[in-house]
């Protein structure tokens, strides 16, 4: 249980173009997912909190205009990268937390976006 | 939030137990301690979590002291296939207030 599937895995684009990836948890509802970013050889950092149904709270230093975050429905959240350059080049992993049962539960994550801006 | 600190890397041989400690000084009261293991160009994957004590599963143990200001993850009879990234992360009883700490990556020799 508890499987999140993140889509596509793997993108290669021109500047200037947006991208959207898909985060889904598949086998549980999602109140709330996370989008991270990762650099190479660096640790997951936190872009933002998704949450079904209103805004999303964003990281300090990440700007909301440039990564768009909808949380439409229970098991599905985007994040879309606006007019990207190649500094957006990177890893992003969404995670969701199945609630259903009890607080505690840990993150579920996907397996991630590549993302290579050219 | 209470910061993570781990060691950046480690080495073991295959069959060996490797015990991997993570600090966390400012945790509080109703924070949570979870470990998760990442493979390059993956997301991470959950292994073990918890609050005091002991916690064991199919794959990995966890000590946590009583003061709770550290953990320690337990792999048991490691083999290459564990090479590795481990996240220790302390986060709150919401899930929503946590802190991903730098990682420790864990390489297994023949």
Redesign the interface.
Do not use: A
């Given at each position: 249980g508890a499987v999140?599937s993140?889509h596509p895995s793997w993108v290669i684009c021109k500047s200037g173009t947006s991208v959207k990836i898909e985060c889904r948890s598949l086998d549980f509802q999602a109140t709330?997912m996370f989008w991270y970013r990762q650099f190479p050889k660096q640790?997951?950092?936190?872009m933002a909190?998704s949450n079904e149904g209103s805004k999303a709270t964003y990281e300090q230093g990440v700007e909301k205009d440039k990564f768009l975050i909808n949380h439409a429905s229970l098991t599905l959240s985007t994040l879309t990268v606006t007019s990207a350059h190649p500094e957006d080049s990177s890893?992003y992993?969404?995670?969701a937390?199945d609630?259903s049962r009890d607080?505690?539960?840990?993150?579920?994550?996907?397996?991630?976006t590549?993302l290579s801006i050219l | 939030l209470a910061k993570t600190t781990q060691p950046i890397s480690m080495d073991s041989y295959e069959g060996q137990e490797v015990n991997i400690t993570c600090s966390h000084n400012n945790i509080a009261t109703n924070d949570?301690i979870?470990w998760?293991q990442q493979f390059p160009?993956?997301?991470?994957?959950?292994i073990i979590?918890g609050?005091k004590t002991k916690v064991t599963n199919e794959v990995a143990s966890l000590f946590i002291p009583a003061d709770r200001k550290s953990s320690t993850l337990s792999l048991p009879r490691v083999s290459l296939s564990d090479t590795a990234v481990y996240?220790c992360?302390v986060g709150d009883?919401?899930?929503?207030q946590f802190y991903?700490?730098?990682?420790t990556s864990l390489t297994v020799i023949p």
């Open positions: 999140v993140q709330t640790s997951l950092m936190l909190t890893f992993i969404c995670s937390r609630v607080t505690n539960q840990p993150q579920h994550f996907g397996d991630g590549r | 949570y979870t998760y160009s993956q997301g991470p994957r959950f979590q609050y996240y992360l009883h919401t899930g929503n991903f700490g730098t990682g």
